[in-house]
């Protein structure tokens, strides 16, 4: 996600998360499935997916009646943005910051620890 592409707002990443689980969809599709979360009206989750399209956050399938949205955007690619936003913004940077405020906040599961703890030996590896 180059730094030119937005920061997706909390209501779109709420979209872009159904977009990169479930594919392309209508706006109708969308809205139920966040109507399952919250009340939405149509109208907001519609307007909201067309200010992503002018963003080039989704694309949009006009060739059918009901238009077919897409996300144009990477998940990995917004949640490394996500993340190098908030570490700059909020941890001056500082990776073990965030880390040590995240395991502080929330207790990890056995298995995220595991991965956690692999993940630091390979880094370290690579750091010889």
Same mark, same amino acid.
């Given at each position: +996600?180059?730094?030119?592409?937005?920061?997706?707002?909390?209501?779109?990443?709420?979209?872009?998360?159904?977009?990169? @689980?479930?594919?392309?969809?209508?706006? #109708?599709?969308?809205?139920?499935? *966040? #109507?399952?979360? %919250?009340?939405? !009206?149509?109208?907001?989750?519609?307007?909201?997916?067309?200010?992503?399209?002018?963003? @080039?956050?989704?694309?949009?399938?006009? /060739?059918?009646?009901?238009? =077919?949205?897409?996300?144009?955007?990477?998940?990995?690619?917004? @949640?490394? %943005?996500?993340?190098?936003?908030? *570490?700059?913004?909020?941890?001056? !940077?500082?990776?073990?910051?965030? =880390?040590?405020?995240?395991?502080?906040?929330?207790?990890? /599961?056995?298995?995220?620890?595991?991965?956690?703890?692999? +993940? *630091?030996?390979?880094?370290? #590896? !690579?750091? #010889?």
């Amino acid at each position: +996600m180059p730094r030119s592409t937005p920061i997706p707002s909390n209501a779109e990443l709420e979209i872009l998360r159904i977009l990169w @689980k479930e594919g392309p969809q209508t706006v #109708r599709v969308i809205h139920d499935a *966040l #109507r399952m979360e %919250r009340d939405i !009206g149509y109208t907001t989750v519609l307007k909201t997916m067309q200010l992503m399209a002018e963003k @080039k956050l989704v694309t949009r399938d006009e /060739s059918e009646r009901s238009h =077919v949205y897409a996300a144009n955007v990477e998940e990995k690619s917004v @949640k490394r %943005r996500l993340v190098s936003d908030l *570490l700059d913004r909020a941890f001056d !940077g500082s990776a073990a910051q965030l =880390v040590m405020q995240a395991l502080s906040d929330k207790p990890a /599961s056995a298995e995220d620890l595991r991965k956690i703890r692999q +993940m *630091l030996k390979d880094n370290s #590896r !690579g750091a #010889r």
